[in-house]
C-alpha cells in the first residue's frame, strides 16, 4: 500500500522590525518611509512582520506572494483597510474604492471606455494638448524663463483625462484643482502615517483646510455633470457610459452621489498618476546621456520632425521602453495595503486574518535577484525576452489581478505621446542647485516642482 503523502510543512513565522511598544513602527515609517520599506525587506525577506500602531502587519516583496495575493487568492485580501476609508474621503465612492457587486458592475460599465479603439481616437486629444504645450515650452526656451515640470505635466495630463474621459475643457480649473488635491495629499498621508483617522469634521483650520479643497473638487465635478446633463446625448466617452447606464434589474441611473465619485476619481487617479510617471522621466532621460540619446535617434527615425500619431505608438518601442523603467525606478503608487480577511499562508509564511497586508512596487521593482544593478536606468530591461524571463509580479506599476489599474494602456499610450512629442524638440535641465529627491506623499513625486530651463535639441 502506498504511504499517505507527508502532512504539509507548519507555515513558518515572518520575523520584523520590533517597533515601539503602543505605536510599533509608526515613528521609522514618518520619519522615511522608502528607506523603512527597503531595509525591512532586505533584512526580513519575502514576508515581514511589523506593528504598525496597535495592528498586526505584513510586508510581502517577493513575486509569488504578490502573485497569490492579489491573483489567485484575492478574494481573501480586501480594501476594507483605513487607507481606502481615507481615499474613500477624497474620492468618495468610486471605482477605486469600491468592493463587490457594486464594484464589479462598475468596472464593467467603464472598460469599454477604455477599449484600444476608443483610445485611438483619444490619441490625437493628447498630441493635441501637448503640442499646446510644446508652444509654451518654445517661449521658454527663446525667453530664457524656468518651466515647472511637474505643474507643467499635471496641468496636461489633467487637461487631457477632462477631454478624453469627459469631453469637457478644464483648463480655467487646473490651478484650484491641483492646489486642492495638494493639500487632500499632505493631510492624508500624515493622518494616515499618525493614525489619526477620526474624519475632519472639527472647527479647527487644519480639518478647515481638507473640508475646503474637498469642496473645491466637488464644484469642478458638479461642473462637469452640469454642463452634460444639458445635453445628454451618447458621446461615447467615459462620461456618457456613467450617465446612461440603467441598473438591469431596477432599470435605475447611477445616483448623483456615486457618479461625483466615479467621475472624481478619475479625475484624479487618471492625472496625478501619469505626471508624476513623466517628471521622474524627465530627470531620468537628463541624467542618462546614453538612453537620451537612443530616445532622441529614435523619434528622428520613427517621425522625423512630424507629431505622433496612434499609428506611431507601436513603433515608438524604445519611447515606451523610457517610460517603463521610470515606472520601475519611481512608481507613482509606491505602497498599497489590503486587509487579511482570513488566516492564509503566503510564501510559506503564516498570514493572520484581520491583518494589514502591505505592498510594494518601490521595493520589489528594485529587487537585485530580478533587476540587477537596481539602481541603474536602463530602458532595455524591457525588451520582451527580458520581460519574459521575469516573474509577472516582478514589476506592478498598475498592480494586477481583477483590480489592475483601468487605466494602464490609456497611460502608457498617452505618456509615449506626450514623452515623444516634446523630447523631439525640447530638453528640460533641471536648474542649478537643484536635485530631485522622491517624496513620498499620495504618489511619488520630485520634490519642488522640478525647476528646469527648456533648451532646444
Ligand atoms: C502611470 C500612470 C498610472 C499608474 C502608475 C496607476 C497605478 C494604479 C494602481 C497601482 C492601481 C491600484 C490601486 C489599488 O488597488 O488601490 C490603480 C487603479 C486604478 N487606476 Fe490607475 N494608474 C495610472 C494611470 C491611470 C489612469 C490614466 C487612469 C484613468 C484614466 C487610472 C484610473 C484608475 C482607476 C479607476 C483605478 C481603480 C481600478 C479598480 O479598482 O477597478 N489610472 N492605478
Not at 495575493?69 to 474621503?89: G, I, P
Not at 457587486?101 to 501637448?130: D, I, N
Not at 521595493?363 to 524571463?389: G, N
Amino acid at each position: 500500500m502506498d504511504s499517505p503523502p507527508p502532512p504539509p510543512a507548519a507555515p513558518r513565522i515572518a520575523t520584523g522590525p520590533r517597533g515601539l511598544p503602543i505605536i510599533g513602527v509608526l515613528r521609522d515609517v514618518r520619519k522615511d518611509v522608502l528607506g523603512w520599506l527597503l531595509r525591512t525587506a532586505a533584512a526580513h525577506g519575502p514576508v515581514a512582520q511589523y506593528r504598525f500602531g496597535p495592528g498586526r502587519a505584513y510586508l510581502v516583496t517577493h513575486p509569488e506572494g504578490l502573485k497569490h495575493v492579489l491573483q489567485d487568492h484575492v478574494k481573501n485580501y480586501t480594501k476594507d483597510h483605513f487607507s481606502y476609508s481615507m481615499a474613500r474621503r477624497i474620492v468618495g465612492d468610486g471605482l477605486l474604492t469600491s468592493q463587490g457587486e457594486t464594484w464589479l458592475k462598475q468596472r464593467r460599465l467603464a472598460q469599454p471606455a477604455f477599449h484600444r479603439a476608443r483610445l485611438s481616437v483619444m490619441a490625437e486629444q493628447m498630441v493635441r494638448a501637448t503640442a499646446e504645450l510644446s508652444e509654451h515650452w518654445g517661449e521658454a526656451q527663446r525667453s530664457g524663463a524656468p518651466r515647472h515640470v511637474v505643474r507643467d505635466m499635471m496641468a496636461l495630463t489633467l487637461r487631457i483625462v477632462g477631454e478624453a474621459l469627459f469631453g469637457t475643457d478644464v483648463r480655467a480649473e487646473v490651478q484650484a484643482v491641483s492646489a486642492a488635491f495638494n493639500v487632500l495629499s499632505e493631510q492624508a498621508v500624515e493622518r494616515f502615517r499618525s493614525l489619526r483617522l477620526l474624519p475632519p469634521v472639527l472647527p479647527t483650520a487644519y480639518d478647515r483646510a481638507f473640508r475646503r479643497a474637498s469642496h473645491t473638487l466637488r464644484e469642478v465635478v458638479a461642473r462637469i455633470i452640469a454642463e452634460r446633463r444639458k445635453r445628454l446625448e451618447d458621446q461615447g466617452d467615459l462620461l456618457s457610459m456613467f450617465m446612461l447606464a440603467r441598473d438591469e434589474e431596477t432599470g435605475a441611473r447611477m445616483d448623483d452621489a456615486h457618479l461625483q465619485g466615479e467621475v472624481l476619481t478619475m479625475m484624479l487617479a487618471g492625472h496625478e498618476t501619469t505626471a508624476t510617471a513623466l517628471s521622474w522621466a524627465w530627470t531620468l532621460l537628463e541624467q542618462n546621456p546614453g538612453p537620451e540619446r537612443m530616445l532622441h535617434e529614435e523619434l528622428a527615425s520613427v517621425l522625423g520632425g512630424r507629431l505622433p500619431t496612434a499609428d506611431d505608438v507601436p513603433r515608438l518601442v524604445y519611447t515606451r521602453r523610457v517610460l517603463e523603467e521610470s515606472l520601475r525606478l519611481y512608481p507613482p503608487i509606491y505602497v498599497l495595503s489590503r486587509k487579511v480577511l482570513e488566516d492564509d499562508t503566503v510564501c510559506g509564511y503564516q498570514v493572520l486574518g484581520g491583518s494589514s497586508l502591505d505592498m510594494s512596487p518601490y521595493v520589489t521593482q528594485r529587487l537585485p535577484e530580478y533587476w540587477p544593478d537596481p539602481e541603474r536606468f536602463d530602458p532595455d530591461r524591457f525588451t520582451p525576452d527580458k520581460v519574459a524571463a521575469r516573474p509577472r509580479y516582478a514589476y506592478f506599476p498598475f498592480l494586477g489581478g481583477p483590480r489592475q489599474c483601468i487605466g494602464n494602456n490609456f497611460a502608457l499610450m498617452e505618456g509615449t505621446l506626450i514623452l515623444a512629442t516634446l523630447a523631439q524638440r525640447y530638453r528640460p535641465r533641471m536648474v542649478a542647485g537643484y536635485t530631485p529627491t522622491p517624496e513620498p506623499l499620495l504618489t511619488l513625486r520630485p520634490t519642488g516642482e522640478l525647476p528646469a530651463m527648456i533648451t532646444a535639441r
